[in-house]
């Protein structure tokens, strides 16, 4: 089934910065395209940003688009998302998974929290 571990959520103003890590055992990670989702409360769950294989193209939703950079270390088996200039809407659980989302175990994600 796999497992993913999370880790870099946390409380931070707006304005601040975060750097989100995602492990993946027992997956095909560098088999596949990568990507962080989140979901708000009382949304459904969304695209945030995706990477290919090989870490060369990434895309953004529009939201995120200048604010956020997402990698990924095929030797770790790890996707990494550095979110800057945080605003109240990045609020949310954060996951990552292959893109389309085909690993059936999503874990736990990491909760990113604004507060002023």
């Known amino acids: 089934q796999g497992h993913i571990a999370y880790s870099g959520g946390g409380l931070v103003q707006p304005g601040g910065s975060l750097t989100l890590s995602c492990a993946v055992s027992?997956?095909?990670?560098?088999?596949?395209?990568m990507a962080w989702y989140r979901q708000a409360p009382g949304k459904e769950r969304e695209l945030v940003a995706s990477i290919s294989i090989g870490g060369g193209v990434p895309n953004y939703e529009d939201s995120v688009q200048g604010r956020c950079t997402i990698s990924r270390d095929n030797a770790k088996n790890t996707v990494y998302l550095r979110m800057t200039n945080l605003k109240s809407e990045d609020m949310a659980v954060y996951y990552c998974n292959a893109h389309p989302p085909v690993f059936p175990y999503w874990g736990e994600g990491t909760q990113v929290t604004l507060s002023s």
């Open positions: 027992g997956l095909a990670f560098s088999n596949h395209a």
